[in-house]
């Protein structure tokens, strides 16, 4: 199968692009057949390996390395490439793409289909992007709109979003969620963890989307109505830690790249915790399994009661 142009966006949906003249006489019928062709054996012909090959080679040829490429894309510091790799390839199961036919002129008989393909397909999108020329003297201005999505398809998206999201996430919910991701080992230690937190009278969040859930630890300062809640690190139903310097970087003493850098020192000192010296400006994580030793939960629970001291003791005048 020849298609135009394959991309995929910050949530890993693959993106099929098929490009045409107006004068192109298979614009009318043809265009929509092929479009949904591509759309029915994008698994066969474009398999998640298939397509991470050709990235892999692109960043190759561009001198980026592939990771630095997905969390550009993502905007997520702390992107997995098996996870987005994996998500890719359950999207393209699913049928989770968005088909996009773009031309310099859509007739109005091309957009009556769009329209109604738009409307009825879940969770597969077909949208119409008209790009027109316009040229004055050495000037050429190219401007583009989209056309076939109308109010009623974006509404029945939003909702189909909002219920998708809608999952409660509580104490209850989240170990639930890891026992069945990650065992009783990793229940164990984030247990484990949650006692420690509440004898520290740090505050617990249960928050997360429709797939993942997450612990976050909040340490308070100040007094009622003049406090501020610093979070360092959060803990996820697939079994990770993530630090959260990035957030802690926003504010003093913090915004002090010494001192996260202390925390950083603090956090490798942990058996097999492994963070790369940028990771001062990231969001790092690793394995919640790394925590199960004595040694190593006593040494993290240790880096972040210095977080709440550091915070919690004025800066001097």
Known sequence: MSLDHLFLDNEAVPTLVEVKRSTDTRIRREVIGQLLDYA????TFWPPDSIRST???????????????????????????????????????AGR?????????????LKRVIEFLNEQMNPAEIV???????????????AARMVGVT????????????RGAQREWNEAAFFAELDNKMGPK?????????????????????????????????IRTGKRGASRVWTPFHVWTDGRVVILFQLLKRRPPFDSDVLRRD?????????????????IERRPRFPLALLESEDSFTAFTKAIEWVASTVK?????
């Open 263 to 279: 925390l950083l020192d603090q956090l490798r000192e942990i058996d097999d915790v492994d963070l790369p010296d940028d990771s």
């Open 128 to 142: 119409g992007v008209e790009v027109k020329q316009f040229a004055g003297g050495t000037l050429q201005t190219l």
């Open 151 to 162: 109010e009623q398809a974006r509404e029945q998206r939003r909702v189909r979003a909002t």
């Open 40 to 43: 029915a054996n994008a698994v």
């Open 313 to 317: 003791t004025p800066a001097p005048q």
């Open 55 to 93: 990235l892999q080679e692109r960043c190759e040829a561009d001198g980026v390395a592939e990771g630095e490429a997905v969390r550009e894309l993502t905007g997520r510091d702390d992107a997995n490439l098996d996870e987005f790799w994996a998500a890719v390839a359950t999207n393209l199961k």
């Open 97 to 109: 793409i968005r088909l996009v036919f773009v031309a310099d002129l859509i007739p109005p008989e």
């Open 186 to 218: 990793g229940v164990k230690v984030a247990r484990r963890l949650l006692a420690w937190a509440r004898t520290q009278s740090y505050g617990i969040e249960w928050l997360g989307g429709s797939v993942e859930g997450r612990m976050r630890v909040g």
